[in-house]
């Protein structure tokens, strides 16, 4: 497949890395690459540094000056796995509306995917997953890919090696169901009376995560439809299952122990579907009717629902289910905010999970601003106006816990009035906050209302989630459906460390109560080494590099033991090459913590946290600065494979194509900035 047609396209080959003189890099890991500094960058005297370094600022100002749209905002692509295009194909299908060609370009993209090995994985160079594996074998049989090609053959090998169908994940196996591959009584239940528990209940929907609930919602009426489409022999995939599924197959594995949550939740699932199969559910009508009048309810004007593909998917599929024609405006609307999501060039078609439009603009317009771009440049002023005009002025769910809070702050899409969320907030008032637009007043006032929201969304214990306040019931994740563990949306050191940043950026003294309420948190969620989990980012140092900016920027005093503790566990992973990396692994295996190959993104990161911490003029920050201007493109640009970005750990991980560009040009510019002589 080519190279998607995109406003920032991405990078299809690896980047060679460099590295600097040994003697004053940490040890090699075991089984890191290592990469070696060309001797003309090694030989160049400080004044010549000083020059590479103002080129590549330069370089990479030009880069995003040259790819800023007309409206004024930056948007790149966002990159997951293919199971997001995979569930496209199904949902043509089972509503009936294949297109050949699309369908033609998106098995090219499913097969350009695929690994030399026969799998398809959740980011670059990670293990075979087998969930996503059996989508897009599933999906590529849909559009007509014989069981006989060679693709399929080596796919098939890997997951029947695996366990096959009945090892796949949840949605896997509703996606399954839907087409009669699986059965319905072996999908974990979540009955539609859900929609029934007051709010005040212990558990209710709105103690799931937005996303959760947003997806939850809709897919608990198609799991009480339960509609089967049935499909041609050619298409079925029986021949996924090790062997001739027995009753026996559709039950939970339990945990080790009686008294478990996890035990308990199975046997609740049991009963659950004793009380589905009755055909007396007195309440199930009224359930289908708050459900349909909350997802009718929830849709933008947009046609989106969530800003994310599976509520969106599942929302069009649940009005589907309900009788809702194919040209109903509702169903309409959502298959073209589905398509406004796509990727498209002659060879193939891409379905991405969400876009990110307002954080790429202000990761953007941060990144020149941290270069020395006049606050009052054209360029700057237009992004900022676009920002100001995205500002989210409606209710949404969150007020269900906080429902005093006036509305403000910015969501991460074009539009997504339902779901603002601090992160975001937070960067856009940072990002905004010295540039020249037309109305100051009216920039004022929407930083007045943007950071009263986000304080006023800090959770009880002093941290934030990102789109929900105390978010936090945490047995949640233990019920059979959650197999993702993503069901809430806890409070995190990421998040609290952007809030802390926020605070600190407007004035906001570190004894404010807010302040003093986030420091205890951070200091309480700090691993024992020194960093932090990341949630959003590929991962203890994208913690790292919030905790630590929130801390300088509060005022924290920087030589206390606990932050220098972090600046020592940031130091002691740099790579014998001078950047930062680390694994997606590293969620599933704490030890590789900070441990991975270099990436830009990364050691921008890294970079960024030093230098918040007083090192600026450290030999490790000088490293990490030669790394990036040695890796930096004639372009302007820098290549990056890897996934760095998160959207469930260790189970759905993201590529920002915004990153390897934005946080190079970030670290550069603050490098230059605190490190320049003063006349």
């Known amino acids: ?249 559709y039950t939970f594995t339990k945990e080790d122990g009686i008294l478990t949550w996890k035990n308990f939740f199975i046997g609740v699932d049991h009963l659950l579907k004793v009380y589905e199969s009755n055909p007396i559910r007195p309440f199930k009508k009224k359930a289908l009717a708050l459900a349909e009048k909350w997802v009718g309810d929830h849709q933008e004007p947009s046609g989106d629902w969530g800003g994310i593909q599976p509520a969106m998917l599942n929302s069009v599929l649940a009005l589907h289910c309900l009788g809702y024609a194919n040209d109903h405006p509702a169903v309409a609307k959502g298959l073209e905010a589905l398509a406004n999501f796509c990727i498209e060039d002659d060879d193939g078609l891409v379905l991405q999970s969400c876009v990110s439009p307002v954080w790429d603009t202000a990761l953007g317009l941060k990144a020149l601003l941290d270069s020395g771009v006049p606050a009052d440049h054209p360029a700057l002023a237009k992004a900022a106006q676009w920002l100001l005009d995205r500002e989210v002025r409606k209710s949404g769910d969150w007020q269900v816990k906080s429902p005093e809070l006036p509305p403000g702050g910015w969501a991460f899409e074009f539009l997504n009035d339902w779901y603002p969320d601090v992160d975001d907030s937070g960067i856009v008032m940072m990002a905004i906050k010295e540039v020249k637009v037309r109305d100051r007043k009216a920039k004022e006032a929407a930083i007045s209302r943007g950071i009263d929201w986000c304080l006023g969304m800090q959770s009880r214990n002093g941290g934030w989630g990102a789109f929900d306040k105390d978010n936090t019931k945490h047995l949640l994740n233990k019920i059979p459906f959650a197999d993702l563990e993503a069901l809430i949306d806890p409070p995190t050191a990421d998040l609290t460390g952007r809030m802390l940043e926020l605070m600190g950026t407007f004035g906001y003294p570190k004894d404010y109560p807010a302040a003093e309420r986030a420091l205890r948190f951070i200091r309480e969620t700090q691993e024992p080494e020194g960093p932090w989990w990341g949630r959003w980012g590929v991962n203890y140092i994208y913690g790292c590099w919030s905790v630590l900016s929130g801390l300088a920027a509060i005022g924290e005093d920087l030589s206390q033991p606990y932050i220098r503790k972090a600046v020592n566990w940031l130091k002691s992973k740099q790579n014998m090459d001078g950047g930062w990396g680390e694994t997606c692994e590293s969620y599933h295996d704490p030890s590789l913590a900070g441990t991975g190959e270099s990436t830009a993104s990364q050691t921008g990161w890294a970079l960024l946290a030093l230098m918040a911490s007083g090192e600026a003029r450290s030999s490790t920050v000088g490293r990490g600065v030669r790394y990036l201007i040695a890796t930096q493109k004639p372009d302007g640009t820098w290549d990056e494979e890897q996934y760095t970005g998160t959207g469930f750990p260790k189970y759905f991980m993201i590529k920002y194509h915004i990153y390897r560009n934005c946080f190079p040009l970030m670290a550069l510019g603050t490098y230059r900035s605190l490190t320049e002589e003063k006349g």
């Open 1 to 249: 497949m080519k190279p998607h047609k995109h406003p920032i396209s991405h990078a299809l080959t690896s980047f060679n890395g460099v590295s600097v003189d040994q003697d004053a890099a940490p040890a090699v890991k075991p089984g890191a690459k290592v990469h070696h500094l060309p001797t003309s960058i090694m030989k160049k005297k400080e004044g010549e540094i000083r020059n590479a370094l103002d080129l590549a600022i330069g370089r990479s100002r030009e880069f995003f000056f040259r790819e800023q749209l007309p409206a004024g905002y930056w948007w790149a692509e966002l990159e997951s796995n293919v199971t997001i295009t995979a569930e496209y194909v199904m949902l043509f299908h089972f509503m009936g509306i294949v297109d050949r060609e699309r369908e033609r370009k998106m098995a090219n993209y499913l097969l350009s995917k695929q690994t030399k090995e026969g799998f398809w994985t959740i980011y670059y160079g990670g293990p075979g997953d087998l969930s996503t594996t059996v989508e897009a074998y599933f999906a590529l049989k849909l559009t007509g890919c014989s069981a006989d090609h060679p693709a399929m053959v080596k796919a098939r090998a890997f997951i029947l090696k695996k366990g096959g169908i009945i090892k796949c994940r949840v949605f896997t196996k509703i996606f399954l169901a839907l087409f009669g591959e699986f059965a319905w009584f072996g999908i974990p239940s979540m009955p539609i009376e859900l929609m029934l528990l007051p709010n005040w209940a212990y558990f209710n929907l709105y103690e799931f995560s937005s996303w959760s609930r947003a997806t939850i919602i809709p897919l608990s009426i198609v799991m009480a439809e339960r509609p089967v489409r049935k499909l041609p022999p050619s298409a079925r995939v029986q021949e996924l299952f090790v062997r001739p599924p027995r009753p026996t197959d």
